[in-house]
């Protein structure tokens, strides 16, 4: 009879040893975790789909469709819909609505006549009817089973055969042949492991929710995520009622594109024009608010970025703050101001903050950033109406971005007048390499350095 072992594994990175150490050799974190294993006899590891090598041109092709949710935004974010047969790994913060979005994505795939398994392992079929009454929610046609052990749980969907299955949540599922507790590395892999090769053998979809560590990654080894097909984050502050779902990983779809909800009484609500609420609060001819066009996947977005600085009368090391943005990008704006334009920061607190909680990382709002610097530290405002977009480079030029016409239009829509630009765009637009806007009176100006953009665009 096999013994049981103990084995010390990574939460970080999966790295197994059977001698427990003070950090982990592999990834050098301080993130051993002591596991039993029981080896199960004759168990032997599952095979996906046939022993023989084939050519890639002899594979019979893969004829794509999807499942819709019947939620736009959720939708949005998976590439434009469900694919079958995948597993989709929700993660976020305790609170943030995680079980709302996938309850509710269950009763759009019911109204699409799509058969749907809702498995709670984390509350009563009485206490998820009654979430579903407080929001208002029709479940007449949705299946429910409130279950922990992963064998009765296969044995319904067997009997069952739904198309769509959502675990709720994958910490609170356990094989009772392992030995280990539920929400241990070496259930989270197993179970995992054991529903991609269900999904992928009988044509299910999954949608399995995970919690998140304090530090906001999902719970588990790394080697959880590789496992699933796409990794979903549902990021937002609990006490607001704005939320954004990302993807961190889409094997059938695009990762930079965003979905945007808010919460409300009745539930997650799509929000149809994001620009439109992330500038629904920016104040008139205050200091230090930029107003840029920026790509978030398919979608233009304009979102405020606001400027904050401070003398450092403390004596001690300026301090450098950036929410939703690289600070490392931040630091090197900073030098450009300093050793380009003049400006002397080297004595001062500095803060950028992206309003609404969206992280943006491409290099297209680097004019903006340092523009809402360049405002507060001068006290005079920018134009209201005027946009700006543009990538900084370490001499101080303004480089051109991608796809202006977009984001042209956002603004546009939006009502804004005019729009500092980079003057390689505008010779785009002018020699026909890039079509002309089709709409609006929308002034271009263009700009070759920050110093000119910064004479520019102050009032």
């Not at 913060?93 to 995680?98: A, C, L, N, T, V």
């Not at 795939?109 to 579903?132: D, H, I, N, P, W």
């Not at 319904?156 to 590395?185: C, F, N, W, Y």
Request: aromatic share 4%; charged share 20%; proline share 5%.
């Amino acid at each position: 009879m096999a013994r049981a072992r103990t084995v010390y594994s990574c939460r970080e990175c999966g790295y197994k040893t059977y001698k427990w150490a003070g950090y982990c050799p592999a990834c050098k974190s301080d993130a051993l975790v002591e596991e039993t294993i029981v080896p199960a006899a004759g168990r032997s590891a599952p095979v996906l789909g046939g022993n023989e090598a084939l050519l890639l041109e002899e594979v019979a092709p893969l004829a794509e469709r999807r499942l819709l949710t019947g939620i736009g935004e959720l939708d949005r974010v998976l590439g434009g819909g469900a694919v079958p047969g995948s597993v989709v790994l929700v993660g976020g913060d305790p609170g943030i609505g995680k079980s709302t979005l996938l309850l509710q994505a269950a009763l759009g795939f019911s109204a699409c006549g799509v058969s749907v398994l809702y498995v709670t392992g984390e509350e009563s079929l009485a206490q998820l009817k009654m979430r579903a009454q407080r929001l208002g929610l029709p479940a007449r046609s949705l299946l429910v089973l409130a279950a922990t052990e992963y064998s009765s749980i296969i044995d319904r969907i067997d009997a069952l055969q739904p198309h769509v299955v959502i675990i709720d949540s994958i910490q609170t599922v356990a094989k009772s042949e392992l030995g280990a507790a539920p929400g241990s590395m070496i259930q989270l892999r197993e179970v995992t492991a054991s529903l991609v090769q269900r999904a992928k053998s009988k044509e299910i979809t999954f949608f399995i929710i995970g919690h998140v560590t304090k530090e906001g990654v999902l719970a588990g080894p790394r080697v959880l995520e590789h496992l699933v097909d796409c990794v979903l984050n549902f990021e937002g502050d609990r006490y607001q009622s704005f939320r954004v779902l990302r993807a961190a990983k889409n094997r059938y779809g695009s990762t930079s594109e965003l979905g945007i909800f808010t919460m409300e009484v009745g539930g997650l609500v799509e929000v149809e024009n994001p620009s439109a609420l992330f500038l629904a609060e920016r104040p008139a001819g205050v200091p230090g608010s930029a107003v840029v066009p920026v790509m978030e996947g398919s979608r233009p977005l304009l979102v405020e970025i606001q400027g904050l600085v401070s003398p450092n009368y403390g004596g001690g090391i300026p301090r450098r703050t950036a929410t939703g943005l690289d600070i490392n990008r931040i630091s090197l704006l900073v030098a450009v101001l300093e050793k380009r334009v003049g400006l002397p920061l080297y004595n001062c607190d500095l803060f950028v903050n992206v309003v609404g909680g969206v992280k943006i990382m491409e290099p297209a709002v680097d004019l903006a950033a340092a523009l809402s610097l360049v405002s507060s530290y001068r006290d005079r405002p920018l134009e209201p109406k005027t946009m700006l977009l543009g990538e900084v480079g370490l001499t101080g030029e303004v480089r051109p971005v991608g796809r202006l016409q977009e984001r042209l239009r956002e603004g546009i829509k939006m009502g804004f007048a005019s729009c500092l630009l980079p003057g390689g765009n505008l010779r785009a637009l002018e020699s026909g390499r890039e079509q002309p806007l089709s709409s609006g009176d929308l002034r271009l100006i263009p700009v070759a350095t920050l110093a000119e953009a910064i004479d520019l665009a102050l009032v």
